[in-house]
């Protein structure tokens, strides 16, 4: 009788997602080898994922594929796999900001990057968009050091600060930071920005869609008649964002902007794209607040923006608020924004390996180590 196989996981908390972050090496090297793998180890296609180590929910059915970089001047690759929970389908289209938090952290732990000093610096390439970001560690004693005051919302308690800065990541997906060279587009009759500051979005008023923007993330997400039209307005988005047909995809994710109601500088209601997130997701906060910035745009309506190039913005949603820290270029009229930033924390859960029953893995596999 076939065995189960093993192989090595590290089970941790990005930011406000869980995933499972493995070596790159330790998977098969064929995709859809790769795929079937990981939704074995996870569970899907199943509501519950019962018979894996997913969490039945779309912010913890996340993978971090890591490696060491192939592209000069870089520490790490990262490739980010959406597992979808109740379908046999692995998405590698999108970035993930929040699981990006844990692989500096994580390929320290593997000894892929060499701890320096009281901080480590890692260089991280999202193999999915090509986006690179510098990431800081804290590493007393040539070690992760995950207790720390840094508190985000969306998580309990406090851990290490993880700051995060993009030094790419306009038009990561799309090609290009607005993919219609258009600030504002009507799309099925709702004018929306269409943009990509790292993770494809369409950004539009609460209002258009009549909403108010200030509703609990569990009424948006049973108002079935809202999403029935929020999928219209992002099935016809997609081929206008250069991500041709959308249907089966996670992008573009849905951004439902209002003026802020609690002290911060935009409202946001976010879609991850049929779920309402309970919070917003850490390329989306940065994309939509990249909108805000940009003269005309449903977001910039609503914002209220400090004054400066450098602005440090607020972002609001559903279970508090996301800090994104834009620096300008360009003029008042037409910016274009030079660096994109924010804090994260991850903490690692659980180191071990995942079991897979041998019938799961695709005869393409090579082999793994069994059980």
Do not use: W
């Not at 802020?260 to 940065?286: D, M, N, Q, W, Y």
Request: aromatic share 4%; net charge negative; proline share 7%.
């Amino acid at each position: 009788m076939a065995r189960q196989v093993s192989i090595p996981c590290m089970l941790m908390r990005g930011g406000t997602s869980k995933g499972a972050y493995f070596l790159a090496s330790d998977l098969p090297s064929e995709p859809s080898a790769r795929d079937a793998a990981l939704l074995a180890a996870m569970g899907s296609p199943d509501p519950r994922q019962v018979d894996g180590v997913g969490g039945a929910h779309p912010l913890t059915s996340k993978v971090a594929l890591v490696s060491r970089s192939t592209l000069e001047g870089c520490d790490i690759d990262f490739l980010f796999c959406q597992v979808v929970v109740d379908k046999p389908l692995v998405d590698t289209t999108p970035n993930c900001g929040n699981i990006l938090a844990g692989v500096a952290p994580f390929a320290i732990e593997r000894g892929l990057v060499k701890a320096a000093g009281p901080e480590t610096r890692v260089k991280v390439r999202t193999v999915n968009t090509g986006t690179i970001a510098e990431l800081t560690v804290q590493t007393p004693d040539g070690f992760v050091e995950y207790d720390g005051d840094a508190r985000i919302d969306g998580v309990p308690g406090t851990s290490a600060p993880i700051p995060i800065d993009f030094l790419d990541a306009a038009g990561s997906v799309c090609g290009s930071l607005l993919p219609t060279g258009n600030v504002v587009d009507t799309v099925a009759g709702v004018d929306v920005t269409l943009i990509d500051n790292g993770m494809p979005c369409v950004v539009l008023a609460a209002s258009s869609v009549g909403r108010t923007g200030y509703e609990s993330r569990d009424a948006l997400d049973k108002d079935t008649e809202l999403k029935a039209r929020l999928e219209e307005i992002r099935l016809a988005a997609g081929p206008l964002m250069n991500l041709g047909d959308v249907t089966s995809k996670v992008v573009p994710k849905m951004i439902l902007v209002s003026a802020p109601s609690k002290g911060g500088h935009l409202s946001t209601r976010s879609f991850i794209p049929h779920e309402c997130h309970a919070s917003i997701g850490v390329f989306a906060a940065v994309t939509v607040a990249t909108a805000a910035t940009l003269p005309g745009s449903p977001a910039h309506r609503v914002a209220v923006l400090p004054e400066g190039a450098v602005k440090t913005l607020s972002v609001e949603h559903p279970t508090g608020e996301f800090t994104v820290r834009i620096e300008l270029g360009g003029t008042v009229e037409k910016p274009v924004v030079e660096r994109a930033g924010l804090l994260r924390t991850a903490r690692a859960l659980f180191d071990g390996s995942v079991l897979i029953p041998a019938k799961a893995m695709s005869a393409a596999a090579r082999p793994l180590a069994a059980e």
